[in-house]
């Protein structure tokens, strides 16, 4: 199963960016996809996760900021981040967990797409 985001680029503080990442193979069913993030230096840290019901979690960092949303029937995911900044300047990466029409366990990772807050 692959991931490919994108969506990523430079803002200025304040602003806004959506990211999208589409999961494609051989996919039988996606439980959970989410966002994570890795600034220099830093370790890889969630953002936000959506379950297939919808339920979600967000980092404390980006509540009330930030709305992950899905599209099961696209296995497609969508960060949209509004006010932005500084601090929110790092590597996104997407992830997807779930069963392979094998019926075996996938957990798989997009590329990574670079976010810079920045005046």
């Known amino acids: 199963v692959q991931l490919q985001a994108s969506g990523g680029g430079l803002v200025h503080p304040g602003g806004s960016l959506r990211l999208s990442c589409a999961a494609s193979?051989?996919?039988?069913?996606?439980?959970?996809m989410g966002w994570y993030r890795q600034a220099p230096g830093k370790q890889r840290d969630l953002v936000a996760r959506?379950?297939?019901?919808?339920?979600?979690n967000y980092a404390d960092s980006v509540k009330g900021r930030f709305t992950i949303s899905r599209d099961n029937a696209k296995n497609t995911v969508w960060l949209r981040m509004n006010s932005l900044k500084p601090e929110d300047t790092a590597v996104y990466y997407c992830?997807?967990?779930?069963?392979?029409?094998?019926?075996?366990?996938?957990?798989?990772w997009g590329q990574g797409t670079q976010v810079t807050v920045s005046s």
């Open positions: 992830n997807a967990d779930g069963y392979d029409m094998d019926r075996i366990v996938f957990l798989s």
């Open positions: 193979g051989s996919i039988f069913s996606i439980n959970a």
């Open positions: 959506i379950t297939s019901g919808g339920s979600t």
